[in-house]
């Protein structure tokens, strides 16, 4: 089951005498599935907008840290989106994951252009050995520009503000693999602040 959900490549078992004369135990040595690259790909569409198309590259024995990297794209004629993100599981705690990512948000309506530029860091806490429950916080920097058109005289103007945003969340999720979650489902409740600067 483990090497068909695609956690583990491949698994030995070993005995080993026990304290007792009569007595035997069998270890399991699995192959992490993840130790090598493992890219995953998805393509959405969406009418009117165009395709979402979202990569992932995962490995956890990237420089013996476990760096997990994702990225995702839209581009179409309204919109213009790119997320990078880095993750560090293990960090501070066996339980803990640290995170930063980038984004670059450009989308555009009748006679009027948003554009969103930013950053966050990031750092989740599972509070049980299962990784089902989780706590989260998340501080981010953002720079909105919004351009607008007048139709008639084609004057345009520009106004940009700054926003730093302050997040909370806790999660519950029972999916069967964190690397490519197939089944289960998964419920998360967030507080958002962000005050303009």
Do not use: C
């Not at 476990?66 to 705690?93: H, K, T």
């Not at 509070?127 to 998340?138: H, I, M, N, Q, T």
């Amino acid at each position: 089951r483990l090497r068909g959900l695609g956690l583990i490549s491949d698994a030995q078992p070993v005995l080993k005498p026990g304290s007792a004369p009569d007595q035997v135990i069998l270890q399991l040595r699995a192959v992490d599935a993840a130790q090598r690259w493992f890219p995953a790909f998805t393509v959405t569409y969406v009418p009117g907008e165009g395709s979402v198309l979202l990569l992932q590259l995962s490995t956890p024995n990237l420089l013996g840290k476990g760096i997990r990297f994702s990225g995702s794209g839209w581009l179409s004629a309204q919109r213009r989106l790119f997320d990078f993100n880095v993750s560090l599981p293990g960090f501070l705690s066996p339980l803990g994951t640290a995170s930063a990512e980038v984004h670059n948000r450009d989308r555009t309506m009748p006679l009027v252009r948003h554009k969103a530029q930013g950053g966050s860091l990031g750092y989740g806490l599972s509070l049980d050995r299962r990784r089902r429950f989780s706590l989260a916080g998340r501080v981010a920097a953002e720079r909105f520009t919004t351009t607008v058109s007048e139709f008639f005289d084609q004057s345009v103007g520009e106004a940009s503000t700054y926003r730093l945003k302050f997040g909370l969340s806790a999660s519950y999720d029972n999916r069967d693999s964190g690397l490519m979650a197939t089944r289960g489902q998964r419920v998360a409740l967030g507080l958002d602040w962000a005050p303009q600067v």
